[in-house]
């Protein structure tokens, strides 16, 4: 198991500068943006895509520090109501496929997209309950959209030979284990998770189960290494579907936390734990969104509470059960 970084949080720095800093506090693998939300600063993909020069100097300035690649990064919504916008999306998400399969990337990290409620609609609507009942028609309208759209992604990724990992997120489609299994199992298993614990704290769901479950599946691609604390002063007034801006920072009933600042060190080595067992032995991608410190000391404490909880050795033979 490795650690790694999404690298967002160094942009406005190089990408050998910010290699050499994450090589240098005990980073093995990086994840790296090329579209979407995480943006294209560390790789620009249009330069990249079909360029065989440009690639192997990007591989060499990864290589020169130590580094691998675990995931390229392009977080959108391809099933966005509007048709420029979805088209948008769905050429980077496109592109960003083609472009690991040519960089010897196994995976691409995404969300699912979230599309309106309905044919005629231009806004996409998160759909939390079944009534009154033109939710639960709406949900279903969405649900053969996805169904339909990430078959066909699949196809694109399979012959790529990329793993396509979608972060469970809200105001997305599938935002909880069993709609990222329910994609998976009706689509390809090209299909799982990028694993971000995060969104999942603040919905009361145990993420050590979650792991199991998912795990269960195979339904895990990827993970993010990201904590969440949830401030009961406010949560036991508003509750947790806070729509406060992140950045008010002591209103909000929740914040994503460097690790160790959400849940103890115990039970991130539980987390890794769990990991193993389902058999999952690659990057824990730290995603640094925390609003109470700055990007380098949120990785460099995030890397500290990791670097006592992740395995660096295979499991040794059980001679004690022989």
């Known amino acids: 198991m490795h650690i790694g970084v999404l690298t967002v949080p160094l942009g406005d720095e190089s990408l050998d500068d910010a290699l050499d800093y994450l090589a240098g506090i005990g980073v093995d693998a990086v994840e790296v943006g090329c579209g979407g939300y995480p943006g294209d600063d560390h790789l620009d993909r249009a330069e990249l895509l079909d360029d065989a020069d440009a690639r192997a100097a990007f591989r060499e300035t990864v290589d020169e520090h130590g580094l691998s690649v675990s995931a390229l990064a392009t977080h959108n919504n391809p099933l966005h109501p509007d048709p420029e916008r979805a088209d948008h999306d769905d050429r980077e998400l496109r592109e960003a496929i083609a472009l690991a399969g040519q960089l010897g990337v196994d995976t691409v990290t995404c969300f699912s997209g979230l599309p309106s409620g309905s044919p005629e609609g231009a806004v996409p609507n998160w759909i939390t309950a079944p009534?009154?009942?033109?939710?639960?028609?709406?949900?279903?309208?969405?649900?053969?959209?996805?169904?339909?759209?990430?078959?066909?992604?699949?196809?694109?990724?399979?012959?790529?030979?990329?793993?396509?990992?979608?972060?469970?997120?809200?105001?997305?489609?599938?935002?909880?284990?069993?709609?990222?299994?329910?994609?998976?199992?009706?689509?390809?298993?090209?299909?799982?998770?990028?694993?971000?614990?995060?969104?999942?704290?603040?919905?009361?769901?145990?993420?050590?189960?979650?792991?199991?479950?998912?795990?269960?599946?195979?339904?895990?691609?990827?993970?993010?290494?990201?904590?969440?604390?949830?401030?009961d002063h406010h949560a036991d007034v508003k509750g947790v579907l806070d729509?406060?801006?992140?950045?008010?920072?002591?209103?909000?009933?929740?914040?994503?936390?460097?690790?160790?600042?959400?849940?103890?060190?115990?039970?991130?080595?539980?987390?890794?734990?769990?990991?193993?067992?389902?058999?999952?032995?690659?990057?824990?991608?730290?995603?640094?969104?925390?609003?109470?410190?700055?990007?380098?000391?949120?990785?460099?404490?995030?890397?500290?509470?990791?670097?006592?909880?992740?395995?660096?050795?295979?499991?040794?033979?059980?001679?004690?059960?022989?």
């Open 131 to 231: 009534w009154p009942p033109e939710h639960a028609e709406a949900l279903d309208y969405q649900w053969e959209l996805a169904v339909d759209y990430w078959s066909d992604i699949a196809e694109h990724a399979d012959e790529h030979g990329v793993d396509v990992a979608i972060e469970m997120h809200p105001n997305m489609l599938v935002y909880e284990p069993t709609g990222m299994v329910r994609l998976r199992d009706e689509t390809s298993e090209r299909i799982g998770a990028n694993f971000d614990p995060s969104h999942l704290y603040w919905q009361d769901i145990d993420v050590v189960e979650a792991i199991r479950y998912l795990g269960e599946h195979d339904a895990i691609h990827h993970v993010h290494a990201k904590d969440t604390r949830i401030y």
């Open 243 to 322: 729509t406060t801006d992140y950045a008010d920072t002591a209103e909000r009933s929740w914040l994503f936390r460097s690790i160790g600042y959400g849940h103890g060190e115990e039970h991130w080595k539980d987390v890794v734990s769990t990991l193993r067992m389902v058999g999952y032995e690659g990057a824990l991608s730290i995603e640094h969104e925390d609003a109470l410190t700055s990007s380098r000391e949120g990785l460099e404490k995030a890397v500290d509470v990791l670097s006592r909880a992740v395995f660096a050795t295979e499991p040794g033979d059980a001679y004690w059960a022989e």
